[in-house]
């Protein structure tokens, strides 16, 4: 019976760590718990809070320094929302592996060189 408790406080606890965090409501704590904010930018967003509530994640990435939609994406997959929408903007690429890169290079190489031949 205790192990059914624990197990149970502890999926309550990790559904409350993962529970989303709106950008309108937030406090400093609350944002910098998100991963990837910070002092620094939990500061500029309760700043332009301030100002006014943030209507979109557009207005979002507008007003907030250093807030581009690269960051946007990974602060919505961690948990952040404005007025309780996620972001839905371009994600940003991941990065091309070293073999991939190589294989380009190659292929480029390629025609330079046969044309050399002829």
């Given at each position: ?52 509530n ?14 581009g ?33 190589k294989?380009a ?14």
């Amino acid at each position: 019976m205790l192990k059914k408790i624990l197990a149970l406080l502890a999926m309550l606890y990790a559904a409350a760590a993962f529970a989303a965090v709106d950008v309108n409501k937030a406090s400093a704590a609350d944002l910098d718990g998100i991963k990837g904010i910070g002092p620094a930018i939990s500061t500029k967003i309760l700043d332009e809070r301030k100002k006014g509530n943030f209507k979109d994640w557009n207005d979002f990435i507008e007003r907030v320094k250093g807030v581009g939609e690269g960051n946007a994406a990974k602060f919505s997959a961690n948990g952040l929302t404005v007025n309780g929408a996620g972001f839905k903007g371009a994600i940003a690429k991941p990065a091309a592996k070293k073999d991939d890169k190589k294989d380009a290079k190659a292929e480029v190489a390629k025609p330079a060189a046969s044309s050399a031949k002829k």
